[in-house]
């Protein structure tokens, strides 16, 4: 069974810098691709970052070139974690954040290549 557990949201100020992590676990094998999505009130889900395991290559929003940047760690037991670094955030960059891990082909910028998904973490950018 896949699980897929994020944490690191919160509150900060525009223009801070926060961290978001998500573990994954269950995913028996290695071509698979991990993203972060976004939501916010009475908006549609949106893409925000993603990278495939198999070649480390990262996928970004052109909102957020530059500014957020998208890890991973591969441990033991099918476990993997992937960060996003979130810096110079904005105030409608509020939103849940959504982890997602994919073991399909397609495009990771859409949100149904996704197999997978994360509780969601708050973020929330406000002075």
């Known amino acids: 069974q896949v699980r897929l557990l994020e944490s690191g949201g919160g509150l900060v100020q525009p223009g801070g810098s926060l961290r978001l992590s998500c573990a994954a676990s269950?995913?028996?094998?290695?071509?698979?691709?991990m993203g972060w999505f976004r939501q916010s009130p009475g908006k549609e889900r949106e893409f925000v970052a993603a990278?495939?395991?198999?070649?480390?290559?990262?996928?970004?929003?052109d909102s957020v070139k530059g500014r957020f940047t998208i890890s991973t760690i591969s441990r033991d037991n099918a476990k993997n974690t992937v960060y996003l670094q979130m810096t110079s955030l904005k105030p409608e960059e509020t939103a849940v954040y959504y982890c997602?891990?994919?073991?399909?082909?397609?495009?990771?910028?859409?949100?149904?290549?996704?197999?997978?998904w994360g509780q969601g973490t708050q973020v929330t950018v406000s002075s």
């Open positions: 269950g995913l028996s094998t290695n071509n698979f691709a």
């Open positions: 990278i495939r395991w198999s070649d480390g290559i990262p996928y970004y929003a």
């Open positions: 997602a891990a994919s073991t399909q082909r397609g495009s990771v910028r859409y949100s149904g290549t996704f197999d997978y």
